[in-house]
């Protein structure tokens, strides 16, 4: 794997997690409010992670 893919890996995670939460937050309800949790709250647990540390 070279620097690039390694760089840009997880920002790239985060930021299909957060889109995937924001467009399952506006189709409907159930499981898509379940998906809407998960794929908002990691991108928010993982920005808070290193706060939540000291």
Known sequence: M??????FALPLIIG???AV???SAL???GLWD???WV???IP???GCWPLLKR
């Open 44 to 46: 928010a647990l993982l």
């Open 2 to 7: 070279n620097w690039r893919q390694s760089t």
């Open 39 to 41: 794929g908002l709250g």
């Open 21 to 23: 939460g924001l467009i």
């Open 27 to 29: 189709l409907g309800d």
């Open 34 to 36: 379940t998906v809407a």
């Open 16 to 18: 299909l997690l957060s």
